[in-house]
């Protein structure tokens, strides 16, 4: 228990640097009138990921998660 308590915050941090960077590599299809409530002339609200920007939105879902299970896990012990 004493490695997990003393392991945990840099585990945090690293979750924590990774989210960040997966997070600001995804594209979105809208632009900056879309993002405050514009409209643009194409529908970009549903789209069909594929290939590397799937996997990249499938990272960013791991990685949150794990990321918040290292919170809850840092909040036990």
Request: avoid cysteine.
């Amino acid at each position: 228990m004493k490695v997990i308590s003393s392991l945990l915050p840099y585990i945090q941090i690293v979750l924590a640097i990774v989210l960040i960077a997966v997070i600001l590599l995804q594209q979105t299809g809208a632009a900056m009138g879309g993002a405050f409530g514009g409209s643009d002339n194409f529908s970009s609200a549903f789209h069909t990921r594929r290939g590397f920007e799937r996997t990249l939105f499938i990272t960013t879902i791991v990685i949150g998660i794990l990321f918040a299970a290292s919170a809850i896990i840092n909040l036990i012990y």
